[in-house]
């Protein structure tokens, strides 16, 4: 296939996206949007597909829109050093709301519990939840 030979159409089935997905990534800056040749349509390359994986991968790991943004401008000496700041990052907000959704476990296993043990018409759990409507 030559180097730019892809529809828009044919790039999002080859990175496994919708086509407003690439759409959405090119509003977004995180994808270029090739010249229009006149007369003609937009193609695309092999390097446009291997971003947009990039761009999936890089959020099957957690990673924001504005943080992948910042991935794909690391170049240099320092990219490795830059990719780690923020990889710790996000493992220290990965980590936060892990605590968070324990937490949260706990809270409702105190909810089922409070149920299970109600002996009464009223339903703990939804007076709980009626405490704080003002």
Request: aromatic share 4%.
């Amino acid at each position: 296939m030559a180097a730019n030979a892809m529809t828009i159409s044919r790039l999002a089935a080859a990175a496994g996206v919708h086509v407003e997905t690439v759409r959405y990534y090119q509003r977004r800056g995180l994808l270029q949007e090739p010249e229009r040749p006149q007369g003609s349509i937009r193609r695309y390359g092999t390097d446009d597909v291997g971003r947009l994986h990039f761009i999936r991968r890089a959020q099957a790991v957690g990673f924001r829109l504005d943080e992948i943004a910042g991935l794909l401008e690391v170049k240099g000496r320092r990219a490795c050093e830059q990719t780690l700041q923020l990889t710790e990052r996000k493992l220290a907000e990965v980590r936060q709301r892990l605590e968070e959704l324990r937490r949260l476990e706990a809270d409702l296993e105190h909810l089922i519990e409070e149920c299970r043990a109600a002996t009464g018409e009223a339903c703990p759990t939804l007076g709980r939840l009626a405490e704080n409507i003002g």
